[in-house]
Structure formats: C-alpha cells, structure tokens
C-alpha cells in the first residue's frame, strides 16, 4: 500500500523567511512524486514533480523540491516566501510502472504568510 | 487553453436526490480522474478513464457511485440517493497519458446535501 505524509498540519512563518514543507512516503517500487498547491475556495495548482534524473526539482514560482530514496523524502522549500504563498500545499505520489496513474494525497499543510 | 472545466461549481441537494457532476478536460488529455475532498478524509481517489475506457474505480462507493465517459469531451459523476456522508468537493483531473505527465485538476463541485 502506497501512503504520503505530511508531518506538519500548520506552518507559519513571515514574509521573506525561507520554508520547508515535508514529505514522506512509503512505496515499494519507481515513484513519481509531485506537489499542488490549493487556495482558498480553488483547485489544486501543479507546482512540481519528480520520477527521474536530478533529484532537486523546480518548480513556478521559485519553489524548489528534492527527492531523496534514503530518507523517502521529498521536501518543498522555497527562499523567500511571499504573503500570496499563503495556501495549502499537498504532497502526491504514483507508482512510476504499471499504467496506473492515480494519485495519493498527503494530508495537505496549512502555509501562513504574515506580512 | 480554458483548463478542466466542472459543472455546476455549487450544487444542493435534498437527502435521497440524484446529483449528476460534469467534468470536461483539457483538449487532447486521453487520462481523467476523479477524487473527493473533505476535510476530514483530505483527498481521495475515486476513479480513472484512460481513452473514454474505466481502468480504476477502486475508489467509488459501489452502491450509489458510479461514472462514465461517453466521449473525450467530458465524463459524469453521478451519485444516486445522496447521503449527508457525500458532501463534499468533487475534483475533476485530466492528464496526457505516459509516465512524466501532471494532472490538471478542474476547480471541483462544492456538493452539499441537506
């Protein structure tokens, strides 16, 4: 069985500061591995995602992600953050083989931005 | 490109109606998906057409769920005898079929059942 995990429910942290939002996952074969973003009353944005090759991913808006098998991990980070990143950010994962394409959600992380 | 697009976007229904949700992707995605949000299950997965095809519908609630695609234009999710339980957001994806693509997702249909 394929499970995300998000550590952290809420992270606060102000303008400019730089953030790491985690993620773990538990799967036992190729992964593909992605993060969304979702505000408020909206969709989910497609921000990144890893299946192969460099393990440090980026993404829009100066999101960046790293994948690492040892610790089966793939953490978002950002520089500088901007009250507008406010939003709630989720971790997905898929089997890279097989065909199929559906994805796990990790429990989502809450990101406030104060000014 | 005007994304995935999902009909209606708030939908109200008594306990016991039918409640149909549309779901029409991005031109040219042979893969779509369904998921529900709540906030107490978070995100999860409903069902998948890969070519108007269902390849996975281990995610739907066998008795009242189910979803089709009849044309590559658009798919429905259609719940009969809605249940207070099945409030919540239903999110529409669509994707390119292969192993690097990314999944769109629609803006979801907010259903709430009184």
């Known amino acids: 069985t394929q499970t995300v995990s998000q550590s952290d429910a809420h992270v606060t942290v102000f303008e400019g500061d730089s953030v790491e939002l985690r993620c773990n996952y538990s799967?036992?074969?190729?992964?593909?591995l992605s993060w969304y973003i979702q505000h408020h009353g909206r969709g989910l944005q497609f921000l990144l995602k890893?299946?192969?090759?460099?393990?440090v991913v980026q993404g829009v808006n100066g999101f960046e992600a790293e994948f690492s098998k040892s610790d089966s991990s793939f953490h978002l980070r950002k520089a500088s953050v901007h009250w507008s990143d406010s939003a709630v950010y989720f971790c997905?994962?898929?089997?890279?083989?097989?065909?199929?394409?559906?994805?796990?959600f990790g429990q989502g992380t809450v990101l406030s931005v104060i000014p | 490109n005007a994304g995935v697009i999902q009909t209606p976007r708030h939908k109200v229904t008594g306990k016991g109606q039918e409640a149909t949700l549309w779901c029409e992707p991005i031109?040219?995605?042979?893969?779509v998906f369904w998921y529900r949000q709540t906030i107490v299950q978070g995100l999860e997965f409903l069902t998948y057409?890969?070519?108007?095809?269902?390849?996975?519908d281990s995610g739907m609630p066998k008795e009242r769920f189910s979803a089709q695609m009849p044309n590559q234009s658009h798919s429905t999710l259609k719940i009969q005898s809605t249940q207070p339980q099945d409030s919540a957001v239903y999110l529409c994806?669509?994707?390119?079929?292969?192993?690097?693509?990314?999944?769109?997702f629609g803006p979801g249909t907010r259903l709430t059942v009184l």
């Open positions: 031109s040219g995605h042979s893969a």
């Open positions: 057409f890969r070519n108007q095809a269902p390849i996975d």
């Open positions: 997905a994962a898929r089997g890279a083989t097989g065909g199929n394409n559906k994805l796990t």
């Open positions: 994806a669509s994707s390119l079929e292969g192993l690097g693509y990314e999944q769109y």
């Open positions: 799967y036992g074969g190729s992964i593909y």
């Open positions: 890893y299946y192969s090759g460099n393990p």
